[in-house]
Each structure stands twice: as C-alpha cells, then as structure tokens.
C-alpha cells in the first residue's frame, strides 16, 4: 500500500477502506510516513469530507494506536460526560456525584490542561488535601465502593490524536467536522466508557460558534459513538455567556456546593440536570429522562447529592468541611467589585472575554508551565437579560493583585449594557441521539 494513493483517492472524494485508514493512522504514529503526505491527505480530508463509516474507522484505528483504559472490573454502565468546553463550566464537579447518588458508576479521568480556568482536577485540588495520584486498582475499587473517583490522565492515551492535531494545526485543517469529531471521540473512547454523554456547546464561547455548526458536530460525534458500540447521544447548550456566576478555580467548588445543595445558579442548574437525566437513562437506572430527572431533583432535596459529594472529596484525601464551611477554601486577598457604569439592560456578556479577564488575574495556564492560583475568580452578579442600575456591581473580582486595571477594562470590554429590554438567551437547543 502507497501513501500517494491513499492522498490521490480522498482528493478525488472517494471513501477510505479500513485499511487504508489504518495504514496512514499507524504510519504517521510510528513515524513511517512523512508529514507532507499527512498534510496533504488532511487538507484532502478538510475539503471531500468523510463518510460515516470512514470517520468511525478512523476513530477506532486512533484509539487502537496507544493505550486504552479497562473499566471492565467496575461494575454497572459506567457513562462518561463531555463537553466541548467553555468558560466557567462547573458542570462535572456537580455531575460526579450527582448521579453517583443515583448509583451511576462516574470514573472520571482528568486532566489540567490550559485555558481561562483550571481542568476538573485543578478546580478538585482547591479542596485542601483532595489529590488524584492514585493507582489503577485504587481507582477501581473507588468507584466501586462509593460510585465516583477521579484519576489524572495516564498512559499513553491515543498518540496518533496527539501527532494529528499537532498538524492540524500548523496547516489549517483544525476545522473539520470529521476530523474535529473522530480527535474529541477517540479519547473518550480510549477512557474506556461504556457510554457517552456529549455537551456541545455553541456561541461566543464555544469552539462552535453557531447552531448549524454545533448540530453538525453533535451527529459527527454520537453517529461514531454508536457505530463503535458506545451509546451516545448529545446535548447541545449555550456558550454565548459564561455557565453559571463563578469562574474561577475554587469560586467554582463553592457554586458546585451551592447547586448541589439546590441553591445553584438556575443555568448551571438546569444544564447539570439536563446532562445528569440522560447519563442516568444511559446508564439505565431510569426507563426515561423525566423519571430520571425526578430522582435527581429528589436526590438534591434530599441532602444526598450533596453527602455523596463529601464521601467522594473524603475518598481522596480531600477535606470535607469545606462543603459546610466553604470559608475553609483557598480565598483571594482582594475582593473588588465592578460597579455598572450605567442603567440598563445586561445585553452581552463575552464568555470568550471573560475568561481571559479570569486567566489575568491568574486563574488559568496560559503555557504549560504557568502556575494557577486558586483562589482567584470572578464571580457574576447578572446575567443576560438582567436589569442593572448604574452603580450596581456586575460582578466581584477575587485577586491577590492590587492593580488589576487591565482586567477591569477587559470586563468592561466584556459586558454592555442596552437602554432596551433583552432576552434572556436559550440555554439547551437542542437533543441529539442519532
Ligand atoms: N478538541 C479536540 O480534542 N480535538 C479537536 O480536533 C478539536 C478540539
Ligand atoms: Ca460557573
């Protein structure tokens, strides 16, 4: 088999064979072919496009370059969430035991990662003592005994993603459906969940910045999934302002508290028991999403969400007071509001922007190698859509800066305020299950 033909069959918008598939995912991971034919055969991909059973194969021959993680010794369903990632999303540390408390199995693996706040596992390590460095088996039985444990990222997970997208970026061809959707799915697939939920999110935040361009991705992804026999379905959810009030590393464990507790942000809220619904029915705990929402709105009145969530942080070392007294945080030395500037209606808040104004102020890693503070933040006093007197604070900065007036520029930068009323923007668009 050439690599030459393989390039000259896709630029002529024919489909890939499994093993032509296979030939250049595992060439190009060992180093056999060069990046110039890659390159090529990308930017023939970006352009004819690949059929569904050529983005299926292409994910699995992906997940089959490097290691993949057994759960099988985990008893139950074990469904594993998504999401294509946004600025404030403090979804999963709710989620986890949320439907852990349904008796879903949650093995969560995590990662730091950059970006406007930390990963699930620098957000978790606000809680003081609460660490992840923990073994295979010791995960395992974790899961087993209290249904919810989270691991660092591990092993050798899909290296042929890694060398892909590496490419992908320095040639233009990060943005295509196939591509983008076969990189997302090949690494939860190699996570080793027997089913996924998938949040993709759309707007200013988003990756995907419009609807059609969300949906399209959201079917790229749950077609692979159910083609490689991994029940999936997709939720598609707003990204235009930040989820929820809190961004910021340990100002998002008091709002998971809080929304745990069912005094969340009612965004937050509904996105948490939206997602949550359909893992519970994946995981086959409820025959549908409205019997499963019911259980998980029970199990926030309860108090049993909110306890599953202290074993969970206990289980790891973490220290669970801080769920009772969220004093017990890591906290900023500074807290500075950001009085409006004039009366109004709340018409924009650039979650893109507002991100960039929390990763100022330390929150986030703008390189590998940059140290995250975790008590910094911004915490959100309206959203879209909100009335607001001049005066009035949109929102409390959290730093140990002093002169942060770069990022009140940004914020200002950020949110405008119109003399009309505004619409509060939909929050899930829509459900994608084929
Ligand atoms: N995120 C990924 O993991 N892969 C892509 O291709 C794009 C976003
Ligand atoms: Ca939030």
Same mark, same amino acid.
């Given at each position: 088999m050439r690599m030459y033909d393989i390039i000259e069959k896709k630029r002529d918008g024919q489909a890939l064979s499994e093993e032509e598939i296979r030939f250049f995912v595992n060439g190009y991971t060992n180093g056999d072919i060069p990046d110039y034919q890659v390159s090529a055969l990308l930017m023939a991909i970006y352009f004819r496009d690949m059929t569904e059973q050529e983005r299926a194969l292409l994910t699995s021959a992906m997940v089959d370059s490097g290691d993949t993680i057994d759960?099988?010794?985990? /008893?139950g369903i074990k469904v594993d969430k998504h999401s294509t990632g946004g600025v404030g999303d403090t979804t999963t540390l709710i989620l986890a035991p949320l439907v852990a408390s349904v008796g879903v199995p949650v093995a969560k693996m995590s990662g730091r990662g950059l970006g406007h706040t930390g990963g699930t596992i620098d957000k978790l390590e606000?809680?003081?003592?609460?660490?992840?460095?923990?073994t295979n088996d010791q995960f395992i039985e974790l899961v087993n005994k209290n249904k919810v444990a989270v691991v660092g990222q591990s092993g050798n997970l899909t290296p042929a993603d890694k060398k892909l997208y590496s490419l992908r970026d320095v040639t233009a061809?990060? @943005?295509?459906i196939p591509l983008i959707a076969s990189s997302i799915m090949s690494k939860k697939i190699a996570s080793g969940a027997d089913a996924i939920v998938l949040d993709v999110k759309t707007g200013? %935040?988003?990756? /995907? =910045?419009?609807y059609d361009e969300a949906k399209e991705l959201a079917k790229a992804m749950v077609s692979i999934g159910n083609r490689v026999g991994r029940n999936t379905m997709a939720v598609i959810s707003d990204m235009s302002q930040p989820l929820g009030n809190a961004i910021g590393n340990a100002l998002e464990v008091e709002e998971a508290i809080d929304t745990l507790k069912g005094n969340g942000p009612e965004d937050l809220t509904e996105l948490c028991l939206t997602l949550g619904s359909q893992m519970v029915v994946l995981a086959n705990k409820a025959a549908t999403v409205e019997e499963a929402r019911s259980i998980l709105e029970e199990n926030i009145s309860n108090g049993r969400a909110f306890e599953q969530f202290k074993t969970f942080l206990e289980s790891q %070392? *973490? @220290?669970?007071?801080i769920a009772d007294d969220p004093t017990l945080l890591p906290k900023a030395s500074y807290t500075i509001e950001l009085p409006a500037k004039s009366s109004g209606?709340?018409?924009?808040?650039?979650a893109d922007d507002i991100g960039t104004a929390a990763m100022m102020l *330390?929150?986030?890693?703008?390189? =590998?190698?940059s140290e995250i503070d975790l008590a910094v933040g911004i915490v959100l006093h309206k959203k879209i859509g909100d009335p607001v007197q001049e005066g009035e604070a949109l929102a409390t900065i959290h730093t @140990?800066?002093?002169?942060?007036d770069e990022v009140k520029a940004k914020l200002y930068e950020s949110i405008t305020i119109s003399g009309e009323t505004v619409k509060a923007p939909t929050l899930i668009y829509d459900t994608i299950t084929e």
């Open positions: 759960l099988s010794a985990i /008893m606000a809680v003081p003592g609460f660490h992840v460095e923990i061809t990060v @943005n295509s200013a %935040g988003a990756f /995907m =910045k419009s %070392g *973490g @220290n669970s007071e209606y709340v018409d924009e808040i650039v *330390g929150a986030g890693r703008a390189t =590998k190698e @140990n800066k002093e002169a942060i």
